[in-house]
C-alpha cells in the first residue's frame, strides 16, 4: 500500500497567516493527489485534485504544488472558516489511502 | 445539488452483520462509480470498497475482503454495503462517497454524513 504521511500533525495559525501543510507519499504517484477540508462533525470537502487543480467552488486562497512524491497544501491567507483538519489522498494506486490529517487550530 | 444520505448503522455484536444504505439524489446515480470510505480515532480515513457504474466491477480494502460486499440498485439510485463477521476494528463512521469519474485515475468528491457502526460486545 501506498503510504501518504503528513506534516505538521497540528498547526497553531492566525487569521491571515500563510499556511503550508506537506504531504510525503512513500512511492511515485505523479500528480495523482488530493486535498479535503473536514471540519467537526461533517464530511470531507474536495479542495484540491490532481494536487493542483481546484475543487468546485473552493477559495482561490487554497493552492496546492508538488508531483511525484513530495506536495504541498497552501493557504495564502487564513480566514476564519479555514479553521478545520486537511487530509491528504492518493488515487494512484489501489487501495487508495490518506494521510493521518493536519489540524488547522488557533494560535 | 449532489446529496448522499446513509443509514442502517448501529451498535452490533463481534461475528454480527449489518447493511449500509446510501440513497442518492442530485445527480446521474447510474452514471457514476462509488465508493465507501470509514473514519475512526484509530485508524483515521481508510477506504474499504468501490463499484463501477453498472456493477460489475468491484474491489475492496484487504482488511474487508471476503467479509464485506458493496453492491447498488441504479433504479432506486442507492449504493449498498453488506457487513459480515464483523470485528472490533470495523467500528467507525461509514461514509458513502461519490468518484469523480472521467478520463485517468479519480477518487471521490462528494461525500454523504456518515453512518456509524459500533462493534463492540
Known amino acids: 500500500d501506498i503510504q501518504m504521511t503528513q506534516s505538521p500533525s497540528t498547526l497553531s495559525s492566525s487569521v491571515g497567516d500563510r499556511v503550508t501543510i506537506t504531504c510525503r507519499a512513500s512511492?511515485?504517484?505523479?500528480?495523482?493527489l488530493a486535498w479535503y477540508q473536514q471540519k467537526p462533525g461533517r464530511a470531507p470537502n474536495l479542495l484540491i485534485y490532481k494536487a493542483s487543480s481546484l475543487g468546485s467552488g473552493v477559495p482561490s486562497r487554497f493552492s496546492g504544488t508538488g508531483s511525484g512524491t513530495e506536495f504541498t497544501l497552501t493557504i495564502s491567507s487564513l480566514q476564519p472558516d479555514d479553521f478545520a483538519t486537511y487530509y491528504c489522498?492518493?488515487?494512484?494506486?489501489?487501495?487508495?489511502?490518506f494521510g493521518g490529517g493536519t489540524t488547522v487550530d488557533m494560535k | 445539488e449532489v446529496q448522499l444520505v446513509e443509514s442502517g448503522g448501529g451498535l452490533v455484536q463481534p461475528g454480527g452483520s449489518l447493511r449500509l444504505s446510501c440513497a442518492s439524489s442530485?445527480?446521474?446515480?447510474?452514471?457514476?462509480?462509488m465508493h465507501w470510505v470509514r473514519q475512526s480515532p484509530r485508524e483515521g480515513l481508510v477506504w474499504v470498497s468501490r463499484?463501477?457504474?453498472?456493477?460489475?466491477?468491484?474491489a475492496y480494502a484487504d482488511s474487508v475482503e471476503g467479509r464485506f460486499t458493496i453492491s447498488r440498485d441504479n433504479a432506486k439510485n442507492t449504493l449498498y454495503l453488506q457487513m459480515t463477521s464483523l470485528r472490533a476494528e470495523d467500528t467507525g463512521l461509514y461514509y458513502c462517497?461519490?468518484?469523480?469519474?472521467?478520463?485517468?485515475?479519480?477518487?471521490?468528491?462528494?461525500w454523504g454524513q456518515g453512518a456509524l457502526v459500533t462493534v463492540s460486545s
Open positions: 512511492q511515485n504517484i505523479n500528480s495523482w
Open positions: 442530485g445527480f446521474t446515480f447510474r452514471n457514476s462509480w
Open positions: 463499484i463501477s457504474s453498472d456493477g460489475t466491477n468491484t
Open positions: 489522498h492518493q488515487y494512484s494506486g489501489w487501495p487508495r489511502t
Open positions: 462517497a461519490r468518484d469523480w469519474g472521467g478520463y485517468g485515475p479519480t477518487s471521490v468528491d462528494y
